[in-house]
T-cell receptor, first 113, second 114 residues
Framework: DQQVKQNSPSLSVQEGRISILNCDYT??????FLWYKKYPAEGPTFLIS?????DKNEDGRFTVFLNKSAKHLSLHIVPSQPGDSAVYFC????????????FGKGTKLSVIP | EAGVTQFPSHSVIEKGQTVTLRCDPI?????LYWYRRVMGKEIKFLLH????????ESGMPNNRFLAERTGGTYSTLKVQPAELEDSGVYFC????????????FGPGTRLTVL
């Protein structure tokens, strides 16, 4: 049973427009959420995170929104650039004695010039 | 500062053989994690070391997998004997503090069992 779900395997966006990547989770114990970006043949690279006590965190072109009642988070990239093309993974942890990350399957973002 | 390094980058072995993967975490990072991604599936947690101690090994698939971190520096993950379903990419990650610090990932080792 998947506790973190990324229902869109892929997304194509025009350069300069907004990219919105979505993630849903089922485990109410998750209290820390992260987005990682992954290029082929490389490991996941940390992008941005958010604690459950917040509903928004912004870092440059990247903003993560958390809706705890809906158990949903999203990553907004504005404006999208061709270099943003990669696979984006949503991850969560509960921090309740175990710090393992639970990942979604990823969404492949293609930014078209 | 050097990142997390993993060796080898690729390994192709036959079913029944033994393979040992190595991970060197970022210097000063006491926390070391192993994850695995089987093709088409999500990245899954295997285990977590704090220094040389296993903090959480709930994700280890079975007793064919043995992880060690002698001296609290680098870690090895041995698969013996390897089975076809062990094929995938094995990632290592490290962090300073498990709760507040980001986990930084290595490039992974792609293991193919024939």
């Amino acid at each position: 049973d998947q506790q973190v779900k990324q229902n869109s395997p892929s997304l194509s966006v025009q350069e300069g427009r907004i990219s919105i990547l979505n993630c849903d989770y089922t485990n109410s114990m998750f209290d820390y959420f992260l987005w990682y970006k992954k290029y082929p043949a490389e490991g996941p690279t940390f992008l941005i995170s958010i604690s459950s006590i917040k509903d928004k965190n912004e870092d440059g072109r990247f903003t993560v929104f958390l809706n705890k009642s809906a158990k949903h988070l999203s990553l907004h990239i504005v404006p999208s650039q061709p270099g943003d093309s990669a696979v984006y993974f949503c991850a969560a942890s509960s921090g309740a004695g175990s710090y393992q990350l639970t990942f979604g399957k990823g969404t492949k973002l293609s930014v078209i010039p | 500062e050097a990142g997390v390094t993993q060796f080898p980058s690729h390994s192709v072995i036959e079913k029944g053989q033994t393979v040992t993967l190595r991970c060197d975490p970022i210097s000063g990072h006491d926390n070391l994690y192993w994850y695995r991604r089987v093709m088409g599936k999500e990245i899954k947690f295997l285990l977590h070391f704090v220094k040389e101690s296993k903090q959480d090994e709930s994700g280890m698939p079975n007793n064919r997998f043995l992880a060690e971190r002698t001296g609290g520096t680098y870690s090895t993950l041995k698969v013996q004997p390897a089975e076809l379903e062990d094929s995938g990419v094995y990632f290592c990650a490290s962090s300073r503090h498990p709760l507040t610090d980001t986990q930084y990932f290595g490039p992974g080792t792609r293991l193919t069992v024939l």
